[in-house]
């Protein structure tokens, strides 16, 4: 009896139709973690099956065949046949072909059961073991996820209430086009932390649980420690760049600003869906470049994608960072950024950013925080998992290195541009002869040709 078993265990999986002494057979000769040659079993076991349904349908309809043909002959012999003896004889034929078949399965073992008949105390029930391959694989990273989204909820909440601090108590703030690219990129990045998938092979070590585990406690309380610390730091810095007069000018300014704001007449919804009142003013107040502004932005999108990164559990329970397309191209795209700010090129992109260009001693000194708040928090994270934690520590060592597989993301792309080929092509060829340029118009006779060309080498042959 396992009532007791499956009411304790994390996910009990129930077995209806029988099949306990085969399947655990077959759990012990096979991998059941080799999806390849599950699959292979799968199919084989499939055929095997049907080939004996097939079997066992043949002998009783032939079976029963014999008696149909004897009541029918009786029939025939007394004289009282008719449609609907014939009918009658018919259902009864049919059900004793049907009570045979389920006397057959009874004979081995097999039973016929709703499918949450198995056990009353079981959340899950399935034919096969092979459905608790996939409750382990999704447990494991299903158990990580939330660990995951809790520490980075706790971090990103203490950062941005820092920031917003340090910001508000010189009058600064961040402005609306860097809220937007830092919310974006860090939001693109999220959903690839979020949508982690399960590895084909759970990990015989114990996933994360939950934050209160002292080893996941001490490093996300550790990581909140260093990101405030170069946070303060970059807000120091920032400071002693720009100097007492520039600090109260910027402080003015946004005085003077929310003055503005505050004497200006309600925003007119009507006006401005007439059209007769300018929209950009809603989302947007005046703003002044600073120094302080520039380095608590790089510091905090920055910090923002370590506690991404820093807090992906990754291999044994769930794929790693490398193989993360989405947080692997929004890390190295807020990276780049962040790097062609700082340096300012192109001119143009601070320039939208609202960006003030950093001092080299500046730079230089934001740069090391921003290793800083990366490397550190890595080695604190890795190390308290070390000294509190050495088997999941292993584990995670011993875990291959995957590289995320490009070649369906080009194969998606390859086929997108082969159905927008031709209309990009006409579009361009509609352009050139718009354009009411003689040279563009030779250009366009010879554009036409070659489309007309490749549109009839691309029609079948009858």
Same mark, same amino acid.
């Given at each position: 009896?396992?009532?007791?078993?499956?009411?304790?265990?994390?996910?009990?999986?129930?077995l209806?139709?029988?099949?306990?002494?085969?399947?655990?057979?077959?759990?012990?000769?096979?991998?059941?973690?080799?999806?390849?040659?599950?699959?292979?079993?799968?199919?084989?076991?499939?055929?095997?099956?049907?080939?004996e349904?097939?079997?066992?349908?043949?002998?009783?309809?032939?079976?029963?065949?014999v &008696?149909?043909?004897?009541?029918?002959?009786?029939?025939?012999?007394?004289?009282?046949?008719?449609?609907?003896?014939?009918?009658?004889?018919?259902?009864?034929?049919?059900?004793?072909?049907?009570?045979?078949?389920?006397?057959?399965?009874?004979?081995?073992?097999?039973?016929?059961?709703?499918?949450?008949?198995?056990?009353a105390?079981?959340?899950?029930? +399935?034919?096969?073991?092979?459905?608790?391959?996939?409750?382990?694989?999704?447990?494991?990273?299903?158990?990580?996820?939330?660990?995951?989204?809790?520490?980075?909820?706790?971090?990103?909440?203490?950062?941005?209430?820092?920031?917003?601090?340090?910001l508000?108590?010189?009058?600064?703030?961040?402005?609306?086009?860097?809220?937007?690219?830092?919310?974006?990129?860090?939001?693109?990045?999220?959903?690839g932390?979020?949508?982690?998938?399960?590895?084909?092979?759970?990990?015989?070590?114990?996933?994360?649980?939950s934050?209160?585990?002292?080893?996941?406690?001490?490093?996300?309380?550790?990581? +909140?420690?260093?990101?405030?610390?170069?946070?303060?730091?970059?807000?120091?810095?920032?400071?002693?760049?720009?100097?007492?007069?520039?600090?109260?000018?910027?402080?003015?300014?946004?005085?003077?600003?929310r003055?503005?704001?505050?004497?200006?007449?309600?925003?007119?919804w009507?006006?401005?869906?007439?059209?007769?009142?300018?929209?950009?003013?809603?989302?947007?107040?005046?703003?002044?470049?600073?120094?302080?502004?520039s380095?608590?932005?790089y510091?905090?999108?920055?910090?923002?994608?370590?506690?991404? @990164?820093?807090?992906?559990?990754?291999?044994? &329970?769930?794929?790693?960072?490398?193989?993360?397309?989405p947080?692997?191209?929004?890390?190295?795209?807020?990276?780049?950024?962040?790097?062609?700010?700082a340096?300012?090129?192109?001119?143009?992109?601070?320039?939208?950013?609202?960006?003030?260009?950093l001092?080299?001693?500046?730079?230089?000194?934001?740069?090391? @925080?921003?290793?800083?708040?990366?490397?550190?928090?890595?080695?604190?994270?890795?190390?308290?998992?070390?000294?509190?934690?050495?088997?999941r520590?292993?584990?995670?060592?011993e875990?291959?290195l995957?590289?995320a597989?490009?070649?369906?993301?080009?194969?998606? +792309?390859? +086929?997108?541009?082969?159905?927008?080929?031709?209309?990009?092509? &006409?579009?361009?060829?509609?352009?050139?002869?718009?354009?009411?340029?003689?040279? @563009? &118009?030779?250009?366009?006779?010879?554009?036409?040709?070659?489309?007309?060309?490749?549109?009839?080498?691309?029609?079948?042959?009858?």
């Amino acid at each position: 009896n396992d009532v007791g078993a499956l009411a304790a265990a994390d996910a009990g999986l129930a077995l209806r139709g029988g099949g306990g002494g085969s399947e655990q057979a077959e759990a012990e000769a096979y991998d059941f973690f080799d999806d390849d040659a599950a699959a292979k079993r799968w199919g084989e076991e499939q055929k095997r099956l049907a080939f004996e349904q097939q079997a066992v349908a043949k002998q009783v309809t032939e079976e029963q065949s014999v &008696w149909m043909k004897a009541e029918l002959d009786r029939q025939a012999a007394n004289g009282t046949r008719s449609l609907k003896e014939l009918s009658g004889v018919m259902k009864e034929f049919r059900r004793r072909v049907a009570d045979a078949q389920e006397a057959a399965r009874a004979a081995k073992g097999e039973r016929k059961e709703p499918l949450g008949g198995a056990s009353a105390v079981a959340p899950f029930t +399935a034919k096969s073991l092979r459905a608790a391959v996939e409750v382990l694989r999704q447990g494991q990273c299903t158990k990580c996820a939330m660990v995951m989204q809790t520490q980075h909820l706790v971090l990103s909440t203490i950062i941005g209430m820092w920031r917003y601090a340090a910001l508000s108590m010189e009058g600064a703030r961040l402005s609306e086009p860097q809220l937007m690219l830092s919310n974006l990129a860090l939001t693109l990045a999220f959903f690839g932390f979020i949508g982690a998938r399960a590895v084909r092979r759970p990990s015989r070590e114990a996933a994360p649980e939950s934050l209160f585990e002292w080893p996941v406690l001490i490093s996300t309380l550790g990581q +909140a420690a260093i990101h405030l610390w170069v946070l303060q730091c970059s807000v120091s810095l920032a400071k002693d760049a720009m100097g007492p007069a520039a600090l109260r000018e910027v402080f003015d300014f946004q005085k003077r600003a929310r003055e503005m704001a505050a004497a200006a007449p309600p925003f007119d919804w009507q006006a401005a869906m007439r059209g007769e009142a300018a929209t950009h003013s809603l989302f947007s107040r005046p703003f002044l470049p600073n120094l302080l502004n520039s380095a608590v932005f790089y510091v905090e999108i920055v910090q923002g994608l370590a506690v991404l @990164l820093v807090n992906y559990k990754g291999r044994p &329970w769930m794929r790693g960072a490398s193989e993360n397309l989405p947080l692997l191209t929004a890390s190295i795209v807020v990276l780049a950024a962040v790097a062609s700010c700082a340096v300012g090129w192109p001119a143009g992109l601070p320039q939208m950013l609202q960006l003030t260009p950093l001092p080299p001693a500046l730079r230089r000194s934001v740069a090391g @925080l921003l290793a800083l708040t990366l490397a550190g928090t890595f080695v604190l994270d890795r190390g308290v998992e070390t000294l509190l934690s050495p088997a999941r520590a292993r584990a995670r060592r011993e875990s291959p290195l995957v590289l995320a597989d490009v070649r369906p993301m080009l194969r998606t +792309a390859a +086929a997108v541009v082969r159905q927008l080929g031709p209309l990009l092509g &006409w579009l361009l060829w509609l352009w050139m002869v718009l354009s009411f340029n003689p040279l @563009l &118009w030779l250009a366009a006779y010879q554009w036409w040709r070659f489309m007309k060309r490749r549109q009839s080498s691309s029609l079948p042959t009858p």
